[in-house]
């Protein structure tokens, strides 16, 4: 059984992949994605690897692989993400330091290998069952761990009850709200070390990294 709530074939079809792609092009990184993007190379990428689970677009791969980065694997369980993420990666010159995987990581995790640097970006949002999604990832980080994924702060969780509801209408919404209190503790069990913590009105950027001992 797949552990994420929706169905992300589904979800994260050929027309939001598109639309992400373009908005990608149009305006570069989200904001939050460069705060991330900044932290992960304040504590040092050089010559590194990345695991990038639910990478979408791609957008954090070319940031980083641009600011020195070895090489990426992207694991995403929305197929036309894939293909929206190999398109650009042609167009940027970077396909040949990108391996792509395609499914749920929870299911995959044995077969992935571990990597310098793991990332989540708004991940933990559609995936009800956070624990084994930050304990499989966060284990897989040789070096640093970086997430980002909304707050769990009062207004953030009645937004998502109102879109849960209003769902089949709107078709699509927030998403699925953790306490952050908690998933810093699964992170933290694994066991990592958090060096940097920002936050939005709506988003928190975290990144942790394992002690060299």
Same mark, same amino acid.
């Given at each position: 059984?797949?552990?994420? @709530?929706?169905?992300?074939?589904?979800?994260?079809?050929?027309?939001?992949? /598109?639309?992400? +792609?373009?908005?990608?092009? @149009?305006?570069?990184?989200?904001?939050?994605?460069?705060?991330?993007?900044?932290?992960?190379?304040?504590?040092? =990428?050089?010559?590194?690897? *990345?695991?990038? =689970?639910?990478?979408?677009?791609?957008?954090?791969?070319?940031? +980083?692989?641009?600011?020195?980065?070895? #090489?990426?694997?992207?694991?995403?369980?929305?197929?036309?993400?894939?293909?929206?993420?190999?398109? $650009? /990666?042609?167009?940027?010159?970077?396909?040949?330091?990108?391996?792509?995987?395609?499914?749920?990581?929870?299911?995959?995790?044995?077969?992935? $290998?571990?990597?310098? =640097?793991?990332?989540?970006?708004?991940?933990?949002?559609?995936?009800?069952?956070?624990?084994?999604?930050? &304990?499989?990832?966060?284990?897989?980080?040789?070096? *640093?761990?970086?997430?980002?994924?909304?707050?769990?702060?009062?207004?953030? &969780?009645?937004?998502?009850?109102?879109?849960?509801?209003? &769902?089949?209408? +709107?078709?699509?919404?927030?998403?699925?709200?953790?306490?952050? #209190?908690?998933?810093?503790?699964?992170?933290? $069990?694994?066991? +990592?070390?958090?060096? /940097?913590?920002?936050?939005?009105?709506?988003?928190?950027?975290?990144?942790?990294?394992?002690?060299?001992?």
């Amino acid at each position: 059984m797949d552990c994420c @709530s929706y169905d992300l074939e589904t979800e994260f079809d050929e027309q939001v992949a /598109a639309r992400d +792609l373009r908005a990608y092009r @149009s305006r570069g990184l989200p904001t939050v994605t460069r705060r991330l993007v900044d932290a992960l190379v304040a504590e040092g =990428i050089e010559g590194r690897t *990345l695991l990038d =689970i639910g990478g979408g677009v791609g957008a954090i791969h070319h940031a +980083l692989l641009d600011a020195g980065l070895a #090489s990426v694997t992207d694991v995403d369980g929305s197929s036309a993400y894939l293909s929206a993420a190999r398109q $650009e /990666a042609q167009r940027q010159g970077h396909a040949d330091r990108i391996r792509y995987r395609h499914g749920d990581f929870v299911q995959l995790a044995d077969e992935v $290998e571990s990597a310098d =640097i793991v990332t989540l970006i708004a991940v933990l949002c559609c995936y009800p069952q956070m624990e084994p999604l930050v &304990r499989l990832s966060a284990a897989r980080a040789r070096h *640093l761990y970086g997430l980002v994924y909304p707050r769990s702060t009062w207004w953030m &969780r009645a937004t998502a009850a109102a879109f849960g509801v209003l &769902r089949p209408l +709107l078709g699509s919404g927030p998403g699925i709200i953790h306490a952050e #209190s908690d998933v810093d503790a699964t992170v933290r $069990e694994t066991p +990592l070390v958090q060096v /940097a913590n920002l936050t939005s009105s709506y988003w928190r950027v975290a990144v942790y990294q394992r002690d060299a001992d």
